[in-house]
């Protein structure tokens, strides 16, 4: 079971990036994915999360007008589409997949917001 990030990097404030979790040696389609994000310093926060079907998403309110997570069942894929990028958005972002009690994590993909 695996979950590897991709997307991340520098990008300017005011910039968008689109972030993706893909999953391998299992099926994502049952599970109910999140996006977390931990900056320096910082506990670790939940920022998005998509229901198995993808019908139902929960979006953190301090991001909830600049993030939309969605999701590709049959491509195995889950994304992040960041907007308006702040300074404060720095962080390691991190794709989770949940079924019952199982919890998988990915290792993270590093998003910097600097001009």
């Known amino acids: 079971v695996q979950l590897v990030e991709s997307g991340g990097g520098l990008v300017q404030p005011g910039g968008s990036l689109r972030l993706s979790c893909a999953a391998s040696e299992f099926t994502l389609s049952r599970y109910v994915m999140s996006w977390y994000r931990q900056a320096p310093g910082k506990e670790r926060e939940l920022v998005a999360t998509?229901?198995?079907?993808?019908?139902?998403?929960n979006v953190a309110d301090s991001v909830k007008d600049r993030i939309t997570i969605s999701r590709d069942n049959p491509k195995n894929m889950v994304y992040l589409q960041m907007n308006s990028r702040k300074p404060e958005d720095t962080a390691m972002y991190y794709c989770?997949?949940?079924?019952?009690?199982?919890?998988?994590w990915g290792q993270g993909t590093q998003v910097t917001v600097s001009s």
């Open positions: 998509i229901s198995s079907s993808g019908t139902s998403t």
């Open positions: 989770t997949a949940a079924w019952g009690y199982q919890v998988y």
